[in-house]
Nanobody, 122 residues
Framework: QVQLVESGGGLVQAGGSLRLSCAAS????????MGWFRQAPGKEREFVAA????????YYKDSVKGRFNISRDNAKNTLYLQMNSLKPEDTAVYYC???????????????WGQGTQVTVSS
């Protein structure tokens, strides 16, 4: 099992940047594909980005491509999401997730963090 704790959320003006972190417990972090998801008020949770076990493969939701970057440090058991050029529509609670399967992590994940709020003001 893996336990996940997000941090780094906050309030930022449009065009600004934030870096989210997700600290994972356990000694098997490198065996999990990781993803970031978000849920805006009144909307369903949606996939944002995913990264393979080694970090060699990443993919993104179309609307964040070129603005967000997902990365991981397996030595530190930490997942990151660098968010640049933030827009008001990026406002949401952001969750990190882990699953043993990379191919399906955009649609399902076994382990979830508690979320961190990101608010982008216009």
């Amino acid at each position: 099992q893996v336990q996940l704790v997000e941090s780094g959320g906050g309030l930022v003006q449009a065009g600004g940047s934030l870096r989210l972190s997700c600290a994972a417990s356990g000694r098997t972090f490198s065996r999990y594909a990781m993803g970031w998801f978000r849920q805006a008020p009144g909307k369903e949770r949606e996939f944002v980005a995913a990264i393979s076990w080694s970090g060699g493969i990443t993919y993104y939701k179309d609307s964040v491509k070129g603005r967000f970057n997902i990365s991981r440090d397996n030595a530190k058991n930490t997942l990151y999401l660098q968010m640049n050029s933030l827009k008001p529509e990026d406002t949401a609670v952001y969750y990190c997730a882990a699953d043993s399967l990379f191919g399906t992590i955009s649609t399902r994940a076994n382990y979830w963090g508690q979320g961190t709020q990101v608010t982008v003001s216009s």
